[in-house]
T-cell receptor, first 111, second 112 residues
Framework: ETGVTQTPRHLVMGMTNKKSLKCEQH?????MYWYKQSAKKPLELMFV???????ENNSVPSRFSPECPNSSHLFLHLHTLQPEDSALYLC??????????FGPGTRLTVL | EDQVTQSPEALRLQEGESSSLNCSYT??????LFWYRQDPGKGPEFLFT???AGEEKEKERLKATLTKKESFLHITAPKPEDSATYLC?????????????FGEGTQLTVNP
């Protein structure tokens, strides 16, 4: 499945580092999402973008900064993260409010 | 607060032993219910969307059904390759159109 791609697939960073996650969708969708998946917890919605405009921020700490330059690309900029931010970060896309299709995720470890 | 609850948390089956997974939700109006399959270390893979009570969808050994309060994912004669975590997600009418509320998932293991 290559409809939604994410890079890198794995990332290890220190608490003082700055890194970025990238997501690209090849499905022609107009909405993109960032989710966080921690062990033993349901997927948590972080941000929603519709036509490049942010429409939802689910009370995410400012150390996570999203960017959506166009409807096909989505970034998540990370800085001064905490160990509890270690998780699988998933990107998804959809056409309006229809079915969301997910990428493979980025496994993030914060040391 | 709208909630989605999946049961059981984990299920072990022998190959060929049929069973069902449950997804129940608080009744505040349903826009759509989605089933996904997730393999370890991978993103969720879309299986089905259900919109109204009485609706059914099938794909190979899987069949999803929907009532006014819950959905079932029936697995008929499962094979080891069906082992995965199955996630249920709901779009509630009272929340923004695209927001999904996920359950915690059912981890299915099918032994040969």
């Amino acid at each position: 499945e290559t409809g939604v791609t994410q890079t890198p697939r794995h990332l290890v960073m220190g608490m003082t580092n700055k890194k970025s996650l990238k997501c690209e969708q090849h499905l022609g969708h107009n909405a993109m999402y960032w989710y966080k998946q921690s062990a033993k917890k349901p997927l948590e919605l972080m941000f929603v973008y519709n036509f490049k405009e942010q429409t939802e921020n689910n009370s995410v700490p400012s150390r996570f900064s999203p960017e959506c330059p166009n409807s096909s690309h989505l970034f998540l900029h990370l800085h001064t993260l905490q160990p509890e931010d270690s998780a699988l970060y998933l990107c998804a896309s959809s056409q309006a409010a229809d079915t969301q299709y997910f990428g493979p995720g980025t496994r993030l470890t914060v040391l | 607060e709208d909630q989605v609850t999946q049961s059981p948390e984990a299920l072990r089956l022998q190959e060929g032993e049929s069973s069902s997974l449950n997804c129940s939700y608080t009744v505040s109006g349903l826009r759509g219910l989605f089933w996904y399959r997730q393999d370890p270390g991978k993103g969720p893979e879309f299986l089905f969307t259900l919109y109204s009570a009485g609706e059914e969808k099938e794909k190979e050994r899987l069949k999803a059904t929907l009532t006014k309060k819950e959905s079932f994912l029936h697995i008929t004669a499962p094979k080891p390759e069906d082992s995965a975590t199955y996630l249920c997600a709901v779009q509630f009418l009272e929340t923004s159109g695209s927001r999904l509320t996920f359950g915690e998932g059912t981890q299915l293991t099918v032994n040969p």
